[in-house]
């Protein structure tokens, strides 16, 4: 094989490649509406400091300087 031959190959199975992966990344939409349907019930209201506190209970606070 001549070195033509071999880039003309190396380029289309590069192409080939990129499109699989374009196509294998393409958004799920339903999925996207999902998770924002989850994150909008959750976080419509902001959570009061008393459900904080009870959610806590009598776990302490840890503050790490790195």
């Known amino acids: 094989m001549n070195f033509k031959r071999i880039f003309a190959l190396i380029l289309i199975t590069s192409i080939t490649h990129d499109l699989s992966l374009a196509q294998e ?3 799920d939409l339903r999925l996207e509406d999902r998770f924002h349907e989850i994150y909008e019930k959750y976080n419509s209201i902001p959570t009061s400091e008393e459900n904080w506190q009870s959610a806590l209970g009598k776990k302490n606070v ?5």
């Open 25 to 27: 990344d393409s958004p």
């Open 62 to 66: 840890y503050s790490y300087d790195i």
